[in-house]
């Protein structure tokens, strides 16, 4: 019964660097944010990332890595070479979404562990461009079972987190309706949900859209397609969260299962009490928030930074 790693980081704005070819208009929209952000800095961004990752599952490194805020392929093929040990085949699994700055969803996995298939994406209808959610079906290559695992970033809170939440209201409600069909025609297939929300699980997009729930027997025993949040157990003193802002702590990333991941007639289920905030030392700023890296353009870049979130990491058991 093998164990699969699985990992979610939000990358904070990995770019590629300033000179790189871009569509015409996003480079024309991130001229003056890309400013001084050389091949250099990127690849130092790189290292550093790529040093966090690969301390995580003692030094063995995640099978699947759910990420946000990459801006294309290019930059994350970079990132799979740097995380590269021996025995891993680290691919990346990625699209184009919509977003209005170019950062995007995507995967990393490996694909000696997980073969990768029917990768697909839904835009979020709004008046402006939001990023996609975007899932594929992993399948564990020694017992043959599969899953689907869904990235999510959901809209951010800089217009204000009240201001803003209608937003992820409605992307929670396009989950919900994405997990429906994708439920359809197998009520126990088993979904693993990821992602940077922008909402902490107790906050309304999270219970009353996408039907989230510290509850497993209501997952079990739903109709509707309603999904157990593991971040539940670890909201309290000693993990505050993933994510600090004006000194305040938010659970921000997360993950979440359906059913089917819950069963014991599963073949690909989550360990219980897996689910974990990774902190290891280096990542630590000051008061013990993510140290980030930040960039040239704002006067904020530090070069021993990493990201301004904290990965979260799971186990999935296959039989």
Same mark, same amino acid.
């Given at each position: ?21 871009? %569509? ?13 952000? =050389? ?15 690969? +301390? ?14 990459a801006e294309n392929e ?35 996995? %490996? ?16 008046? =402006?461009? =939001?990023? #996609? ?5 992993? !399948? ?28 992820? &209201?409605?992307? *929670?409600?396009? $989950? ?5 069909? +994708?439920?359809?025609? #197998? ?6 949900? &990821?992602?940077?929300?922008? @909402?902490?699980?107790?906050? /309304? ?7 989230? !729930?510290?509850?497993?027997?209501? $997952? =079990? ?12 157990? +670890? &909201? %309290?003193?000693?993990?505050?969260? !993933?994510? /600090?802002? #004006? ?10 299962? !359906?059913? *089917? ?11 219980? %009490? ?9 990542? +630590? ?10 960039r040239p353009s704002r006067?904020? &870049?530090?070069? @021993? *930074? ?13 039989t």
């Amino acid at each position: 019964m093998p164990d699969i790693r699985v990992a979610w980081w939000n990358l904070e704005n990995l770019f590629d660097h300033e000179r790189a070819a871009r %569509d015409p208009g996003l480079a024309r929209f991130l001229k003056s944010e890309l400013k001084g952000w =050389t091949a250099a800095v990127r690849d130092r961004k790189l290292d550093q990332l790529a040093s966090i990752i690969g +301390l995580m599952f003692d030094e063995a490194g995640p099978d699947l890595l759910g990420v946000a805020e990459a801006e294309n392929e290019a930059v994350l093929e970079l990132l799979a070479a740097r995380i590269a040990k021996p025995g891993r085949e680290y691919r990346v699994l990625g699209h184009e979404s919509l977003d209005a700055r170019g950062i995007d969803v995507s995967f990393i996995y %490996d694909a000696s562990v997980l073969a990768a298939s029917h990768p697909a994406h839904q835009v979020v209808v709004k008046r =402006t461009a =939001t990023r #996609d959610l975007f899932w594929a079906t992993f !399948t564990v290559r020694e017992t043959g079972a599969s899953f689907v695992a869904m990235a999510n970033h959901w809209p951010a809170r800089s217009a204000g987190q009240y201001l803003s939440e209608p937003f992820r &209201m409605l992307t *929670g409600e396009t $989950v919900s309706v994405v997990l429906a069909n +994708l439920l359809d025609t #197998d009520k126990y297939a088993p979904v693993l949900l &990821m992602g940077d929300f922008n @909402d902490e699980p107790f906050n /309304r997009s999270m219970q009353e859209y996408l039907l989230g !729930t510290r509850d497993r027997e209501q $997952v =079990t025993r739903a109709r509707s397609p309603r999904v157990w949040n593991l971040m539940w157990p +670890l &909201m %309290d003193d000693r993990h505050p969260g !993933t994510y /600090r802002h #004006d000194s305040v702590w938010n659970m921000l990333d997360q993950f979440l299962v !359906t059913k *089917g991941m819950l069963r014991r007639k599963s073949r690909v289920k989550v360990v219980s %009490d897996s689910a974990s905030i990774f902190r290891p030392p280096p990542l +630590l700023g000051r008061a013990k928030a993510p140290r980030r890296f930040g960039r040239p353009s704002r006067h904020s &870049m530090d070069r @021993d *930074g990493y990201s301004d979130h904290f990965p979260i990491t799971l186990l999935l058991r296959s039989t």
